[in-house]
């Protein structure tokens, strides 16, 4: 029973590591493209002036 229970916990475990991991990468492209579009609504700032 105990062996069960520690397989599923390792599952469990290894399956969130991976969307964990998957999310990082989601929230690094996202700060990427944050700061290309806010450099870009500058620049467009900058020179309506």
Do not use: G, H, P, T
Not at 2 to 7: H, Y
Not at 16 to 44: A, D, M, P, T
């Amino acid at each position: 029973m105990w062996i069960i229970l520690s397989i599923i916990l390792a599952i469990a475990l290894l399956i969130s590591l991976c969307v964990q991991s998957e999310l990082r990468v989601k929230v690094s492209e996202y700060k990427y493209y944050n700061e290309l579009l806010s450099r870009q609504i500058k620049y467009f700032e900058d020179n309506k002036k």
